[in-house]
């Protein structure tokens, strides 16, 4: 399956990267379990001292990734997080991806981090993924900037004049592809899905939905996302060159398409214009911040965490339901398939002080892979969680700290009521044509 083999493929690329790369670096853990931890308290669990998680650091330099690759690709991917978990409870210390590492499954442990603003916690993503989207990229940036962009996009991604627009062009895509499926060939729902997805998020995004403009696009683009998991390496004949190139020329593109938008709206009133796309609500704002640069590097970025999610989402939704064909509540069986199958298994971030939580010590410097996904696969919070069960969501709420797919705080997806959306529809016109 193309996001798992993605999975690999990533996670050896960070094994490699470690080795060659942050070593030196040195978040060496053994200094910083030695720090005091004094200044910063999220939860304290006044029961207990506070502790520093146990766990394993592995081989030197290799850590534990291997195991953690590995398992993915077992029977039971789960293996590697639920070993530890026996071994030294919900929140332990790893050795992953090339850097020291707490690993936290418990949901309270994860929502605190994930709530903590940016003077405690940034992102972290590996070099070659931080060299491709740029510093000024929605998914590294931080503070008042990362608050306005991430406002002004969330709200337009959930505006109910974009619902109604994708419904309509969903219709249209899907009606158009589905006429030409026939009962003698197989049908490839992924490659799909993974069209329509790409179709609406362009659309969505900076208003390119057929034709030249939108092939050039999807052509640049699968070249850019081969780079994110690619050495970080950085010169002419390398992956990483050839992705950066990718993403110049996207980025030119959107910006021609920018210039378009003033020339178009230099008779109008400029607050007259109804947005049609993100690009139209970013230049609305009068920030001086938005730059004309940052608004089209952004736009591509913003493509990275909605290309796989919604295809993996809709394929894993159609197995699901195929195995369970009495599940009808198309909103149910996504919220099940969000739980059991989430693509983003977890997020990470890096800590930039001694922080603790529940107990728990973060040293400064360390990263914190927040697993959502043994979160969603625990059963102190799911009964029969290995059951796909939908209809465990009529009485449960999903607003909860076990429940989290979308990650939270600050950094929530803000292309969440979309990818649900997407889901919904894809399924409806599935369901409705073929049962
Ligand atoms: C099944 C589908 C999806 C899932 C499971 C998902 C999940 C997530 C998660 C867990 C995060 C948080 C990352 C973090 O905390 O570091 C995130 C962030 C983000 N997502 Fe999604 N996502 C999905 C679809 C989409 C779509 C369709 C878009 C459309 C543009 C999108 C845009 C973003 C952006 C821009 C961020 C970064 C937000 C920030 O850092 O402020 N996502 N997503």
Known sequence: MDTISSLFLFSFFLFVTTIIFDKIKGLRPSSASKKKFTDHHVITDHSHRPKFPQGSLGWPVLGETIEFVSSAYSDHPESFMDKRRLMYGRVFKSHIFGTATIVSTDAEVNKAVLQSDSTTFVPFYPKTVRELMGKSSILLINGSLHRRFHGLVGSFLKSPLLKAQIVRDMHKYLSESMDLWSEDQPVFLQDVSKTV???????????????????????????????LMSLPINFP??????????????????????????????????DGVIAKDVVDVLLKDSSENLTHNLIASNMIDMMIPGHDSVPVLITLAVKFLSDSPSALHF????????????????????????????????PKGWCFFAYLRSVHLDKLYYDSPYKFNPWRWQEKDMNTSSFSPFGGGQRLCPGLDLARLEASIFLHHLVTRFR
Request: charged share 35%.
């Open 237 to 270: 004949g390398t992956q990483l060159h050839r992705s950066l190139q990718a993403k110049k020329k996207m980025v030119k593109q959107v910006e021609k398409i920018i210039e378009g938008k003033i020339k178009g709206a230099e008779d109008k009133e400029k």
């Open 197 to 227: 997805a790409f179709k609406v998020l362009a659309k969505a995004l900076i208003s390119v939905e057929k034709g030249e403009e939108l092939e050039e696009l999807k052509e640049e683009f699968e070249k850019f996302i081969s780079g």
């Open 331 to 362: 909103l149910t069986v996504i919220t099940e398939t969000l739980r059991m199958g989430n693509v983003i298994t977890g997020v990470m971030r890096k800590a930039l002080k001694d922080v603790e939580i529940k107990g728990y010590v973060i």
